[in-house]
């Protein structure tokens, strides 16, 4: 077999002959995998190879769409070989269809367009001068945007692109890498909403904690503000921004190269600073359309989707009667800005789809029900947060392991008479990690976009940092327990 495929692997560059070699290993895989199932018995720990083959191929081509929308095929090839790409389509109509998807279209599409018109109206450079009259110093500028996104806690995504809108001018201005500020809005980002009871995650977790009786309807709520003090991993990612913006934490690998080459004006990105029209920059035309997005965010019981509209309205009301432009002008830069954001929803798509192929492998449940027989109540917190971390960074699947680890983590703190706040806390910090660190998560990509980087580049600068406070959170659950 080696003679055969040398003589033409030679020919191929280096890199193209990784991918030929592992995409033949995983060929074999896939054929030996695909025999392994018995009726309702699940893949096994073949169920790991769809994510096996993404986190390869990403780290290969540092790349985030095409790593994804390959494990999906080699999972629904495992499901059923002769009709992969039936069952792709029917799992990417069925997602398209969803309201989840629908309602990230819109809401992710729509705040691309903010972002186009308030950089047209020049408000973001105008944003960014204010702020450098008082701000002189990187460290200064790191802590405003980790102070500015404790301060937008009601929603991760309306968190991540709103500080990086805001802020990214002022620190290209003070030579910060794009890596950097990528990883304080990613920090402020899921650990924030977790954290201040008052988002669309802790609404969601309430209800799951209602619906697995752990306390009666309406109660849910109230139940979730006694676990804040467990929720270990959302407090270390938080508070190690500052250290790290300090110098106490140091840098490391990519990120020490990002600075490095921000700090002598290298790689800095190419933006226009100046508006798109002929008046001069207003403050104003910033803050009252950011202040109607979380305003009306608010008003609207946490719907970011009403919040963007509110927004979007007041920016087309208030730039036209200042005459900045012509309402065709003006819906020319809403539709680019839908345009900037394909990228984005193209990857959280393929990772819903991703998702989907892994629920029918039984991947969640393979993995939980192994390391099931090993817990016992001291253990309970420390490997929940360990296996379901790994879980949730594998799969990009947040609420989605929620949903299916409570009710088998649940029963289990119980008969194993463990901790169950400080279990509860390893779980939905376990939700935090992987919105953190994951490369294919719907915040990690959209951090990413707002501070105009790759999710890979993304995703590797911060990797160590969300690696510390894995470890931290790890040993603090052991230690507690």
């Known amino acids: 077999m080696d003679k055969i495929l040398t003589p033409k692997a030679d020919k191929l560059p280096i890199g193209w002959r990784k991918l030929a070699l ?11 995998g695909s ?60 997602i398209m269809q969803g309201p989840i998807m629908g309602w990230l279209i819109l ?49 991760d995504y309306l968190n991540a692109l709103t500080v990086s809108t805001a802020m990214r001018k002022l620190s290209d201005k003070l030579r910060i890498s794009r890596d950097m500020l990528a990883y304080v809005v990613d920090s402020t980002s899921a650990p924030v909403c977790l954290i201040i009871p008052f988002s669309t995650w802790v609404i969601y977790l309430a209800g799951l904690i209602e619906a697995n009786g752990l306390v009666a309807e309406g109660e849910g709520f109230a139940y979730y503000l006694s676990l804040l003090p467990y929720l270990i991993y959302p407090w270390v990612a938080l508070l190690l921004v500052p250290l790290v913006a300090y110098g106490v934490v140091p840098l490391f690998g990519t990120m020490k190269q990002a600075e490095q080459d921000a700090a002598e004006g290298k790689n800095l990105p190419l933006e226009q600073d100046e508006p798109g029209h002929g008046h001069p920059p207003r403050l104003l035309n910033f803050v009252l359309p950011v202040l109607t997005l979380l305003l009306a965010t608010w008003y609207f019981d946490i719907d970011a989707l009403m919040g963007v509209c509110c927004a979007l309205l007041v920016c087309l009301v208030l730039y036209r009667l200042q005459g900045l432009a012509s309402l065709p002008r003006l819906f020319d830069e809403i539709i680019q800005g839908v345009a ?5 929803l193209g990857i959280v798509f393929a990772a819903f789809v991703l998702q989907d192929v892994n629920e029918q492998l039984g991947l969640a449940s393979y993995l939980i029900d192994t390391i099931t027989p ?36 649940v029963p289990l703190a119980l008969s194993l008479d463990a901790n169950m706040p400080l279990t509860l806390g390893a779980l939905i910090s376990a939700g935090a990690f992987g919105s953190h660190a994951c490369f294919f998560g719907d915040s990690t990509v959209i ?4 501070c105009g980087i790759s999710p890979m580049q993304h995703a590797l600068s911060q990797l160590p940092y969300t690696l510390i406070a894995a470890t931290v959170t790890t040993l603090l659950l052991w230690l507690l327990a």
């Open 22 to 32: 592992l995409g033949g290993s995983l060929l074999m895989l896939v054929v030996l």
């Open 35 to 94: 025999g392994r199932s018995d009726a309702g018995s699940g893949f096994g720990m073949f169920a790991l190879l769809p994510t096996l083959v993404v986190l390869g191929l990403a780290l290969l081509t540092r790349r985030t769409l095409e790593p994804l929308l390959a494990g999906a095929l080699v999972g629904f090839t495992m499901v059923d070989p002769g009709r992969t790409l039936h069952g792709f389509v029917a799992s990417s109509l069925l």
């Open 107 to 155: 809401v992710c599409g729509l705040l691309g367009s903010l972002i186009a018109l308030l950089q047209f109206s020049g408000s973001t450079l105008a944003f960014s001068n204010t702020l450098g009259r008082y701000i002189k110093h990187r460290s200064h500028a790191l802590m405003a945007s980790w102070l500015l996104g404790i301060a937008i806690f009601i929603d």
């Open 340 to 344: 900037t954001m394909l990228l984005p």
């Open 374 to 409: 090993y817990m016992n109540a001291g253990w309970l917190p420390a490997l929940s947060f360990l296996v379901l971390a790994g879980l949730t960074f594998a799969t990009g699947s947040f609420w989605g392991v929620y949903a299916i680890a409570f009710p088998i983590m």
């Open 447 to 450: 951090s990413a976009r707002g």
